[in-house]
């Protein structure tokens, strides 16, 4: 009966130590909903003391020619976040990766006309982006990889 007992008690400890892990982990075990909540959360906390609008953008949906994209922002002097729901339409013909880019880019200049900064998941680090018209290049060219992970 000890045996038993000391197995359920490993097993139990086993299960407890993935919990807490999984806990520390954003994205492990976790709904995309609850990823893009929990990535909003600590963006906002990030965010505390600085200027301008934070938001974490998640594609909802893609095909050839349309798409579905939300935006979760908030202020700095706001206590509540709000989202925005996007529907982009590349045309005939068009290609949607870089509609979907574009309509993000024109979220982003509603509130930044110079420099802003992006926490790039896929490079790991915080980086700052021009949202100025002359830079649209570099900037789409940018979200391009950071979304599809390929540039122009």
């Known amino acids: 009966m000890s045996m038993l007992n000391a197995a359920r008690e490993r097993r139990r400890a086993q299960e407890q130590s993935s919990q807490e892990n999984a806990a520390n982990q954003p994205g492990r075990g976790m709904s995309p909903q609850e990823v893009a909540e929990a990535n909003v959360r600590r963006s906002m906390q990030q965010a505390n003391g600085r200027e301008g609008t934070g938001g974490v953008f998640q594609i909802t949906s893609k095909s050839l020619r349309m798409a579905t994209f939300t935006f979760r922002g908030w202020k700095p002097d706001r206590q509540n976040s709000f989202k925005k729901t996007i529907e982009v339409d590349a045309g005939l013909g068009g290609d949607i990766e870089i509609a979907i ?7 982003i200049r509603e509130e930044y006309q110079g420099d802003f900064s992006w926490e790039s998941h ?3 680090r ?27």
């Open 101 to 107: 880019i574009r309509r993000m880019i024109v979220l």
């Open 122 to 124: 896929r490079l790991g």
């Open 126 to 152: 915080v980086v700052t982006l021009s949202a100025r018209p002359q830079d649209t290049a570099e900037l789409e060219n940018f979200m391009m990889k950071e979304f599809f992970g390929s540039g122009r």
